[in-house]
């Protein structure tokens, strides 16, 4: 990227990394075939280290792209803003099948279930215990990481570092608490509707917030790298985007299916 | 406030936020060193003690300048720019696809052909 260059779109490099990455799936698929059919999970754990490989690398490069190479003009940074809208926008659709689920099932339930929701035999969880600790701390991570980011637009590095920090606290925190929920759960996600709705729902809410925790103490470390300025740090933002969209969706699962669904 | 380099005076004047941003159409500079900047008084450059509290040495060095000079020095593609530590992964990984790709295959081949049983 030195020298002059008459137009401000980034043409990206030769790059292994989508071939790699295709690879690593096309194995992890197969893998989890011979896992299923045949019980044995080489091959899946080949896959995992693959992909995660290729996230390491292809990210690195990004950040290559962006910190070191001043490849993410306004206009990059334009396409990127409307690729992490729509990401986050597709995610809302994923998660909106999984409430469709819920209400289809329940504000109808089958004889089978006893005609009753939460169905005949199921206890589900107390809504004003765990679940509203968890409630508060997700909250409390949304206010720190808006904090983060006043204090990263304020050029106040270490007042930065601690409310991401904190942030990440509060994310691990919570998959802590869901953990320790699940394991006291009294029931499965093979009872009946219930559980499969259930968990099915918070099982990927709570896959979410690993990766929106993952995504934001790789901030902290960029953070701490002198990698932002005041005026350029999009990572952060669009990890604190996917963080209040985690957020809002766990506030939806709190009121439907804790609350209303107990 | 916001600045951004003049090219007709050769100047760093003020600008908004955008045109400070906007490097793309900046034309190639005639002179390599910025003008010399004239101060009322002596001027300590902003280091790393600026960023840190009180006056403390910085507990982590920014490698930013230097990873800038790295990665935008003609040469090696990007995925391998920095030499021994990339080349390593880079083959590591392209071992892995290797290994990952003909098992996969050899194992749907194994499954396609289900041995018939005994009774």
């Given at each position: 990227m030195t020298g002059y260059q008459p137009h401000p779109w980034h043409l990206v490099e030769p790059s292994p990394w989508p071939l790699v990455g295709g690879s690593a799936a096309f194995t992890l698929t197969v893998g989890l075939v011979m896992w299923f059919h045949y019980n044995s999970i080489s091959l899946m754990i080949l896959g995992l280290v693959m992909i995660v490989a290729t996230m390491i690398q292809w990210w690195r490069d990004v950040i290559r792209e962006a910190?070191?190479?001043?490849?993410?003009t306004s206009y990059v940074l334009s396409g990127l803003r409307r690729g992490m809208v729509l990401f986050i926008v597709s995610e809302v659709f994923f998660f909106l099948a999984f409430f469709w689920a819920f209400f289809h099932s329940s504000l109808a339930p089958t004889v089978e279930l006893g005609v009753t929701w939460p169905p005949v035999g199921v206890h589900p969880l107390n809504a004003f215990a765990v679940p509203l600790l968890n409630t508060a701390v997700l909250l409390s991570s949304g206010v720190t990481v808006t904090w983060a980011h006043h204090a990263l637009m304020e050029g106040k590095r270490t007042e930065a570092i601690q409310s991401l920090a904190i942030t990440v606290m509060l994310g691990l925190y919570f998959t802590g608490l869901q953990a320790w929920e699940y394991y006291e759960?009294?029931?499965?996600?093979?009872?009946?509707v219930y559980g499969s709705t259930f968990f099915v729902a918070t099982g990927f809410h709570g896959l979410h917030v690993i990766i929106g925790s993952t995504f934001l103490m790789v901030c902290l470390g960029r953070q701490v790298f002198y990698h932002y300025t005041s005026s350029h740090h999009f990572g952060f933002e669009a990890a604190a985007w996917y963080w209040h969209f985690v957020d809002v969706v766990w506030l939806f699962l709190y009121v439907c299916i804790y609350w209303w669904g107990s | 406030m916001f600045y951004k380099f003049n090219n007709i005076s050769g100047r760093i004047g003020a600008a908004s936020q955008q045109a400070a941003f906007r490097p793309e159409g900046i034309l190639p500079l005639t002179q390599a060193e910025a003008p010399p900047l004239i101060f009322g008084s002596p001027v300590k450059p902003a280091g790393e003690e600026a960023v840190a509290p009180r006056g403390k040495p910085a507990m982590v060095r920014n490698k930013v300048p230097e990873m800038q000079q790295v990665m935008q020095?003609?040469?090696?593609l990007l995925f391998v720019k920095r030499g021994g530590l990339d080349a390593v992964l880079y083959r590591g990984t392209m071992g892995l696809v290797v290994v990952g790709v003909a098992y996969a295959c050899f194992g749907l081949f194994q499954a396609m052909m289900p041995k018939k049983s005994e009774d």
């Open positions: 910190t070191f190479q001043g490849c993410h759960a009294p029931f499965t996600i093979a009872d009946s | 020095r003609p040469g090696n």
